[in-house]
């Protein structure tokens, strides 16, 4: 092959799609979700201005009212889409929109040519979100919105930043919270602690220095990489499941034991962790060793037991590896159709992992 058919076939191979193909049902709960996210924030709005005729931008032209709503489709489409984006994030989301048309009527009060105003609205957008540590690119879309309103006669004053893109921005992030949540999504994404360990300073250095810190969080590339080592973790062990690791018949307390009997079965077993069942072998939750601590007299198992996730039988090791390497948890109960089967441990996972180090089936 030629050097221009190289060239040629690698900058084709830039232009092609970087996503992979998005699943039918997660391409309908986005859609379904931005779609009903601009009904709602358009209703709110509109609220607004039918109960308050003199409220600034409230002019009843339709046309006026796309120019003012149509920035929030793009928030609305990251908020649902990208929910653990930095861009999508509430901070980013309100201060970004809110500063972007700050940006526009500053600039169309004070520069009478339409052209550059549009310009300078954008470019200013840009710099101020930056330097809030909120970009969010519809609040770019605001800016230019803001003088073509502003052009067009409208009062755009601190009101009708505040009591529309403002007071739409807050309502579109708690939209996409319940929404998020309602169909099995994490928004807004955890934030990474002030006091970071070395391996978070590590990964917010990395994410600097490749300049991706806008497109990912710390805490969603930290996931990432124990997702993908535990993913390889499991295809080095083989096709095990939680039942085939589990510790079976595990020692149980009884919802009703009293604090003397807690203690004995943790004195006398030395485990951290012991499940909560009924006679039936039915689950209940999960004593911690740490709950008898300062517990009120008379309290019982049932009254310190805490929820804690759970697994199937036939679940397989990409699943196991997360819940007992990441956090505090000790032990995951095996349930199945609410009876306990079993426990996986620590040790038995570092059992697992022994074997398979040795080749020991």
């Not at 309502?171 to 978070?200: C, H, I, K, T, W």
């Not at 990489?225 to 307390?253: C, D, F, N, S």
């Not at 069942?277 to 999960?286: E, K, M, P």
């Amino acid at each position: 092959m030629t050097g221009a058919g190289q060239i040629g076939r690698a900058v084709w191979r830039h232009m092609t799609p970087a996503m992979g193909v998005t699943g039918r049902v997660e391409l309908a709960r986005a859609s379904l979700g931005t779609a009903l996210g601009i009904v709602l924030t358009d209703l709110l709005l509109w609220s607004l201005r039918h109960f308050m005729p003199n409220l600034p931008g409230g002019t009843g032209d339709p046309l006026r009212e796309v120019i003012i709503v149509s920035p929030f489709a793009a928030t609305v489409f990251l908020i649902l889409t990208v929910p653990n984006s930095p861009l999508a994030q509430p901070w980013s989301v309100i201060v970004g929109n809110t500063v972007g048309v700050a940006s526009g009527v500053v600039c169309v009060a004070l520069l009478p040519y339409p052209v550059i105003a549009a310009a300078l609205a954008v470019g200013l957008s840009v710099v101020l979100m930056a330097a809030a540590r909120a970009l969010h690119p519809p609040g770019a879309a605001m800016g230019l919105n803001a003088v073509l309103l502003g052009l067009a006669g409208a009062d755009t004053g601190p009101t009708f930043i505040l009591a529309t893109v403002t007071l739409g921005s807050v309502f579109l992030v708690l939209f996409g919270m319940v929404f998020n949540a309602l169909s099995g999504r994490r928004y807004p994404f955890r934030q990474a602690d002030e006091a970071l360990p070395e391996e978070r300073l590590t990964l917010a250095a990395t994410l600097e220095r490749l300049k991706l810190s806008a497109n990912i969080g710390v805490a969603d590339l930290s996931r990432l990489i124990a997702a993908v080592e535990a993913e390889a973790t499991a295809r080095h062990l083989g096709a095990k499941t939680a039942g085939a690791i589990m510790t079976r018949a595990p020692l149980t307390l009884h919802p009703d034991a009293s604090l003397d009997q807690m203690a004995d079965a943790f004195r006398g077993h030395g485990f951290r962790s012991i499940p909560v069942a009924n006679d039936d072998g039915a689950y209940l939750g999960l004593l911690r060793q740490l709950a008898l601590m300062d517990a009120p007299e008379g309290a019982t198992a049932r009254s310190l037991m805490e929820t804690v996730p759970t697994l199937p039988p036939d679940a397989e090791m990409p699943a196991v590896l997360p819940l007992l390497s990441q956090g505090k948890l000790r032990v995951v109960p095996v349930v199945s159709d609410g009876v306990l089967l079993g426990i996986i441990t620590r040790s038995d996972l570092i059992a697992v992992l022994s074997r398979a180090l040795r080749g020991v089936d």
